[in-house]
């Protein structure tokens, strides 16, 4: 049966998907290590010193591996979609490929309806196995942090890990396990009747459950201070203890179990452990529920606020209670209050005032909390989809940006790739916490780096498609060449195979031509004195000359570098490149060169540009001169003329 024109794959197709899709294995691999060693760089706190077994830290790494598959996609596509037209580009492949009739948006297209099937790929992953690895990659980080840490006590600091103890150790032998100036501060039963116990030394030794552990101390005294009863503390203010001198005291402290598994379903809440589904539940039930407290709050609000209430119903009694209130004069009354009553008035009013400051504040706080909740809900359904999307977009930036550039490997790739991901890195988690504390709107947060890069993305693949030379290396090293006046210096390498060998008769009348006219040049020119602005802004002419030798000689030069001979290839080398065209204005136009003159800073820098450009034709015209001069005699002492 034969398939559709569209469902058929040409080997041209496959190719590209199999370049593509062996680098993509490894740079998601890549990309995914680096980060669970962030997540691992996160928690590394909470894993030190707990003697936790291999399976324990194997379902972190496990669990941590599905939550970040949604975020190491995009940044692998991108890196892979570098390399692999960089690599085409590199290796002329692609050059052959639009040779032969085929468009880049051709070339693109399998590996474009690939990233899109990733992008359902990395979808599933965050809204149906991320939420649930996450509840449980929480669950485990949970157990660890709530997990008593393995003894290990340093020397010459106090150690606090173990619960109700306080340990110091000057010195350790760690051969035979003994400890040295011991002090241990033992505050199970509370501050007032703790212990303190010094020894000289001791040894420590765990048991093979890791319950318990046991302190054989040698050589030392115990504090210990006495319960007092409250009728000898209202008596007495010194603290009795018992002093107790030993050469021998055990000392047994109980300890965690170690490693269990703690019950995480609450935290099944948090909205990283929600589907899309759940999400929305969620942000309706948590609506009603904001909303709610927000018309509690504000009723409260306004039973505490200051309004003159009244019992009386009718509006007679209310018109006279109104005029009995305004015939009071408080002001009076204030005024002929003593100092005392003032003050006690003020008091009362003031604190009032921040009582009702302080439950706003903690009203405000409440909402605060609640709406950040809300909206966190509100991103994590919207992330689902832009990350999803990412893996589309990253590759309309990495295989366009990978066609321009044309370098593979991973140089210029991974270089590219972490500037661009920073960059939506910055801008996702700007726009994150900006919407998170409701300072922007939900869906600008949720959506500002999609929004950024995705212009980009149809800019280089416009610009791609058009062979533009936007990030061409080569294109930049010549503007900034030209722009800063760096001279080019010429690169004749000698050749292994010369089809045909050049014609150096001609070519010694032609060198002595031309250092005739370059001389004739300088004497006629002067080019050390300062040139008028006729000559720089408007020409006269003069310099066509000197253009002509210029092309000629270039000419010449390379058909003399099919040469033989080894001496004669690194005299053309030394043969300066004459830009003549320098010492006028860069600017062609007769009215624009009026306007920089009108304009006189432009002018000016374009006058200073044209003197220092003659001074350099000067040094390059008497260095031309002699260079030929020893070509030529070169020629004839290996009698090729």
């Known amino acids: 049966m034969k398939l559709p024109g569209f469902l058929h794959i040409k080997k041209l197709d496959l190719f590209i998907i199999k370049s593509f899709s062996?680098?993509?294995?490894?740079?998601?691999?890549?990309?995914?290590?680096?980060?669970?060693?962030?997540?691992?760089?996160?928690?590394?706190?909470e894993f030190v010193g707990k003697g936790l077994d291999l399976d324990v830290l194997a379902q972190f790494f496990y669990l941590g591996s599905l939550t970040l598959v949604g975020q190491a996609l995009p940044l692998a596509i991108l890196l892979a979609a570098l390399m692999t037209f960089g690599n085409f580009g590199e290796r002329l492949e692609l050059l052959a490929m639009k040779a032969?009739?085929?468009?880049?948006?051709?070339?693109?297209?399998?590996?474009?309806?690939?990233?899109?099937?990733?992008?359902?790929?990395?979808?599933?992953?965050?809204?149906?196995?991320?939420?649930?690895?996450?509840?449980?990659?929480?669950?485990?980080?949970?157990?660890?942090?709530?997990?008593?840490?393995?003894?290990?006590?340093?020397?010459?600091?106090?150690?606090?890990?173990?619960?109700?103890?306080?340990?110091?150790?000057?010195?350790?032998?760690?051969?035979?396990?003994?400890l040295y100036n011991v002090m241990i501060y033992d505050l199970r039963e509370g501050f007032d009747k703790s212990r303190i116990l010094v020894a000289d030394s001791g040894k420590m030794e765990t048991s093979a459950d890791q319950k318990h552990m046991t302190l054989k101390l040698y050589s030392g005294e115990l504090f210990e201070n006495l319960q007092m009863n409250k009728k000898d503390n209202r008596k007495n203010?010194?603290?009795?203890?018992?002093?107790?001198?030993?050469?021998?005291?055990?000392?047994?402290?109980?300890?965690?179990?170690?490693?269990?598994?703690?019950?995480?379903?609450?935290?099944?809440?948090?909205?990283?452990?929600?589907?899309?589904?759940?999400?929305?539940?969620?942000?309706?039930?948590?609506?009603?529920?904001?909303?709610?407290?927000?018309?509690?709050?504000?009723?409260?609000?306004?039973?505490?606020?200051?309004?003159?209430?009244?019992?009386?119903?009718?509006?007679?009694?209310?018109?006279?209670?109104?005029?009995?209130?305004?015939?009071?004069?408080?002001?009076?009354?204030?005024?002929?209050?003593?100092?005392?009553?003032?003050?006690?008035?003020?008091?009362?009013?003031?604190?009032?005032?921040?009582?009702?400051?302080?439950?706003?504040?903690?009203?405000?706080?409440?909402?605060?909390?609640?709406?950040?909740?809300?909206?966190?809900?509100?991103?994590?359904?919207?992330?689902?989809?832009?990350?999803?999307?990412?893996?589309?977009?990253?590759?309309?930036?990495?295989?366009?940006?990978?066609?321009?550039?044309?370098?593979?490997?991973?140089?210029?790739?991974?270089?590219?790739?972490?500037?661009?991901?920073?960059?939506?890195?910055?801008?996702?988690?700007?726009?994150?916490?900006?919407?998170?504390?409701?300072?922007w709107y939900i869906w600008v947060g949720g959506w500002l780096s999609t929004i950024i890069l995705t212009p980009l993305g149809i800019l280089f693949t416009y610009q791609s498609n058009r062979d533009s030379t936007i990030l061409n290396i080569d294109a930049y090293k010549e503007f900034f060449r030209k722009l800063l006046g760096i001279k080019d210096k010429r690169h004749i390498a000698l050749k292994e195979v010369i089809i045909e060998d050049p014609d150096y008769t001609a070519d010694y009348k032609k060198l002595d031509e031309i250092i005739h006219i370059s001389h004739k040049f300088r004497k006629?020119?002067?080019?050390?004195?300062?040139?008028?602005?006729?000559?720089?802004?408007?020409?006269?002419?003069?310099?066509?000359?000197?253009?002509?030798?210029?092309?000629?000689?270039?000419?010449?030069?390379?058909?003399?570098?099919?040469?033989k001979s080894k001496k004669v290839i690194i005299l053309i080398n030394e043969i300066p490149i004459i830009e003549a065209k320098a010492i006028t204005s860069p600017i062609k136009n007769k009215w624009l060169n009026i306007l920089t003159i009108v304009l006189f800073p432009v002018g000016c820098a374009i006058y200073i540009r044209s003197c220092i450009y003659r001074l350099r034709l000067l040094r390059d015209l008497i260095k031309l001169e002699q260079t030929a001069k020893k070509l030529m005699d070169r020629l004839i002492k290996e009698k090729l003329v």
């Not at 942000?283 to 609000?301: A, F, R, V």
């Not at 994590?380 to 593979?408: D, H, N």
């Open 524 to 563: 006629e020119n002067k080019l050390k004195r300062l040139p008028s602005l006729k000559r720089i802004f408007f020409g006269d002419g003069n310099e066509n000359v000197i253009v002509n030798m210029g092309e000629e000689l270039d000419i010449l030069t390379e058909e003399m570098g099919n040469s």
């Open 22 to 45: 062996l680098l993509l294995a490894g740079t998601f691999f890549i990309c995914l290590f680096i980060f669970i060693i962030q997540l691992l760089w996160r928690w590394v706190d």
């Open 237 to 439: 203010k010194n603290v009795p203890y018992r002093r107790e001198t030993y050469r021998e005291k055990i000392v047994m402290i109980e300890l965690d179990g170690g490693f269990s598994m703690q019950d995480g379903s609450f935290l099944k809440t948090q909205a990283a452990s929600k589907n899309m589904i759940q999400l929305k539940e969620s942000i309706d039930s948590l609506t009603i529920h904001n909303d709610s407290i927000g018309m509690n709050n504000w009723k409260s609000s306004m039973r505490n606020s200051y309004q003159m209430k009244t019992a009386l119903s009718n509006e007679d009694s209310i018109a006279m209670q109104r005029d009995a209130v305004y015939s009071i004069n408080v002001d009076s009354i204030y005024n002929t209050a003593s100092k005392v009553e003032k003050l006690r008035w003020k008091r009362n009013e003031y604190n009032k005032l921040q009582q009702i400051k302080t439950e706003y504040e903690i009203k405000k706080n409440i909402m605060r909390s609640l709406d950040k909740d809300l909206n966190k809900h509100h991103l994590m359904w919207w992330e689902k989809i832009t990350l999803s999307l990412g893996c589309v977009i990253f590759f309309f930036i990495g295989a366009p940006l990978g066609a321009i550039v044309r370098k593979g490997g991973l140089g210029y790739p991974v270089l590219i790739s972490v500037a661009t991901f920073v960059l939506y890195y910055i801008f996702n988690t700007s726009g994150y916490k900006m919407a998170r504390e409701g300072e």
């Open 100 to 178: 032969a009739g085929i468009p880049l948006l051709r070339i693109m297209a399998p590996l474009a309806v690939e990233c899109i099937l990733l992008g359902c790929v990395s979808f599933y992953f965050q809204n149906v196995v991320g939420p649930n690895a996450q509840v449980k990659l929480y669950t485990v980080l949970y157990s660890i942090k709530q997990t008593s840490p393995e003894v290990e006590i340093p020397e010459g600091v106090f150690y606090d890990k173990i619960e109700g103890f306080n340990l110091f150790v000057k010195h350790k032998d760690k051969e035979s396990g003994m």
